[in-house]
């Protein structure tokens, strides 16, 4: 079975900078891995962030940037705002295993 | 815009029918997949299966035997069905849009608009 596994909770001081990350149970997360990210509030569905690692999409302020990082997807906010706390999921396609989300990262502000 | 619709409980054994009414343009527009993503309660999200036309639809091989979605072009809707439910099934469910979009001269695939969602209970 394919597990995506990601840090379970983090801790940023607002104006500070995070990364989190996303790493595959099958190996290298690559550019066909076609990572997506998303933030998700309480009551509220998936937002969508970034897809194919690195791209924002038009409403994803600039503070939120992808990369590929040591052979998983990462995602570094910079000068982090209250309103960022929320969870934090990622999403990889694994060909015949299909989509598989990560177990997301609990984001704290403090 | 996609809006989820369906019964708020169903009981163990039967199907669940779910419907994804979609706003704001036409689901016979080429470029998307239509998908279906639940939340398990105290787990994670699981992705369900995507369809893209009559004749393409994929699906979590840990579901596949029990799952269905169908496009209805008609209605601008796409519908998930789950048989032989158990409270295993009991989740919010969501409905997605992916698009497949270019950048330079790659293909990548968007999960960029999602319904509310709506919870289902799978209960005697």
């Known amino acids: 079975q394919t597990v995506v596994t990601q840090e379970p909770s983090l801790t940023v001081s607002p104006g500070g900078t995070v990364t989190l990350t996303c790493a595959s149970s099958?190996?290298?997360?690559?550019?066909?891995?076609?990572p997506n990210w998303f933030q998700q509030r309480p009551g509220q569905p998936p937002m969508a962030l970034i897809y194919g690692a690195t791209n924002r999409h038009s409403w994803t302020p600039a503070r939120f940037s992808g990369s590929l990082l040591g052979g998983r997807a990462a995602l570094t906010l910079s000068d982090v705002q209250p309103g960022d706390e929320a969870d934090y999921f990622c999403?990889?396609?694994?060909?015949?295993?299909?989509?598989?989300f990560g177990g997301g990262t609990k984001l704290t502000v403090l | 815009h996609l809006q989820e619709s369906g019964p708020g409980v169903v009981k163990p054994s039967e199907t669940l029918s779910l419907t994804c009414t979609v706003s704001g343009g036409s689901i016979r527009r080429g470029g998307y997949y239509w998908s279906w993503v639940r939340h398990l309660p105290g787990k994670g999200l699981e992705w369900i299966g995507y369809?893209?036309?009559?004749?393409?639809?994929f699906y979590n091989p840990s579901l596949e035997s029990r799952v269905t979605i169908s496009l209805d072009t008609s209605q601008n809707q796409f519908s998930l069905s789950l048989r032989s439910l158990s409270a295993a099934d009991t989740a919010l469910y969501y409905c997605?849009?992916?698009?497949?979009?270019?950048?330079?001269?790659?293909?990548?695939?968007?999960?960029?608009?999602w319904g509310q969602g709506t919870f289902v209970t799978v209960s005697s």
């Open positions: 099958t190996g290298a997360v690559t550019s066909g891995s076609y």
């Open positions: 999403l990889l396609y694994h060909g015949g295993a299909g989509w598989v």
């Open positions: 997605a849009r992916v698009n497949m979009i270019r950048v330079a001269q790659l293909r990548h695939y968007a999960f960029d608009f």
């Open positions: 369809i893209y036309d009559s004749e393409t639809a």
